[in-house]
């Protein structure tokens, strides 16, 4: 699986992966999926929002277990995040079938659509979307770098944006969310463990700061006479990372858009969003306020995702399933969340990642630990579709 997908999307130049929502690397790989589908005779089905759904049996006459993830990336991110949930999601279902297992319940792969919102800026947008946390007006109005609507992209692609929303079948179809996912950070290192759950994910959120300023040439304003929206905007970054600091949270400026985006220019507006996540709601709502006040610049909120606790009943069946693997919260957002805070009883398996790096093309995870994911994904699976 890893040998047919590899290449889509890759940078040949940073070998990172360029695999925003509905671009065409995104595409051939919603077909690839469906393709894996095929091989294995599941029934394949794409909601109203895109969401791609493959079934083991038919989740309209009980409710099912679902495993899986999503396989768009951030820019110039890695192989794993995502498609490693999904890969190893056909690779589970596989050895299930190998051993002779038969399902008592259906059971389903997902790939949701647009889970990094790294074209339109909101993430987990097909999840938001199926469960209601995103209202499909707001939805069809976001628009990309180049001016284009989500319902305009959707419409190229074939779909119909006027279908968008909280979509009840589906969500009826969905007993159980089990989502498997490279790890973050250095958790799992620090324990020496190749597989951890989930115990909750961070509060976390993106607001863009746009600094307004007066566009002239860099040569002949006299810097008494500038309105540079550059200087605020250093300010605000500066300031970000000491708040952070105080208020225990972490802060980032990751992105940002000048314009006119001229060397030989003072710009006339500098658009940045900063994502601000912590352990203590409040401790981030405070740093996003002190922010707002400190930079003078106009603040609008892009996404909001309030802490997520995974259900303890669940987790604790996964992690009897995985053996006692170690429990550990993640600063990461995810689908899973979003469906758990939908109300969806939702858990995570994270694989170890031996440098912790993540969101870069550096991202990795060893194949022995990938297996032992799957092993434990499959009897997470088994457990759960057992009666
Ligand atoms: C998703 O990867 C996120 O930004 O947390
Ligand atoms: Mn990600
Ligand atoms: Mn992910």
């Known amino acids: 699986m890893w040998g047919a997908i590899e290449h889509l999307g890759r940078d040949g130049r940073t070998r990172g992966y360029l695999r925003d929502a509905w671009s065409p690397a995104d595409l051939e790989l919603r077909r690839w999926f469906g393709q894996e589908a095929a091989r294995r005779g599941l029934d394949l089905r794409e909601d109203r929002n895109g969401n791609l759904w493959a079934w083991w049996g038919d989740p309209s006459v009980r409710p099912g277990v679902v495993t899986g993830s999503h396989l768009d990336s951030v820019r110039q991110g890695g192989a794993f995040d995502g498609p490693l949930g999904v890969v190893s999601a056909f690779a589970a279902l596989d050895l299930l079938r190998a051993r002779g297992f038969r399902p008592a319940r259906p059971l389903g792969i997902a790939c949701f659509t647009d889970e990094e919102g790294a074209r339109f800026g909101v993430p987990c947008v097909g999840s938001r979307l199926l469960t209601g946390i995103l209202d499909p007006d707001r939805a069809r109005a976001l628009t990309d770098d180049e001016g284009d609507s989500l319902a305009e992209v959707l419409r190229a692609a074939g779909r119909d944006p006027g279908a968008l929303g909280r979509d009840e079948e589906t969500l009826r179809h969905v007993g159980v969310f089990v989502e498997l996912h490279v790890e973050q950070g250095k958790d ?156 969806v009883p939702s858990a995570m398996v994270f694989v170890r990642n031996p440098t912790g790096i993540s969101h870069s093309p550096d991202e990795h995870a060893e194949t022995a630990d990938c297996h032992a994911g799957v092993t434990v994904l499959a009897a997470v699976l088994e457990d759960l579709c057992a009666s």
């Open 188 to 343: 799992l290192i620090h324990r020496d463990a190749p597989v951890g759950v989930a115990s909750a994910i961070w509060p976390h959120g993106r607001w863009r700061f746009d600094f307004h300023g007066q566009a002239n040439h860099a040569g002949t304003t006299r810097l008494a006479d500038r309105d540079d929206p550059m200087l605020p905007f250093a300010r605000t970054v500066l300031h970000a990372r000491q708040a952070a600091e105080r208020g225990g949270v972490v802060a980032t400026f990751g992105r940002t858009r000048v314009s006119p985006n001229n060397a030989n220019a003072i710009p006339g507006l500098v658009s940045a969003w900063l994502d601000a996540r912590g352990g203590d709601e409040e401790a981030v709502r405070a740093l996003v306020a002190e922010l707002t006040e400190f930079s003078g610049a106009e603040v609008t909120v892009e996404s909001w995702t309030p802490v997520v606790d995974f259900d303890a009943v669940l987790r604790e069946r996964v992690v009897a399933a995985a053996g006692g693997a170690p429990v550990l919260p993640t600063g990461a957002g995810h689908d899973a969340g979003i469906l758990a805070s939908a109300g």
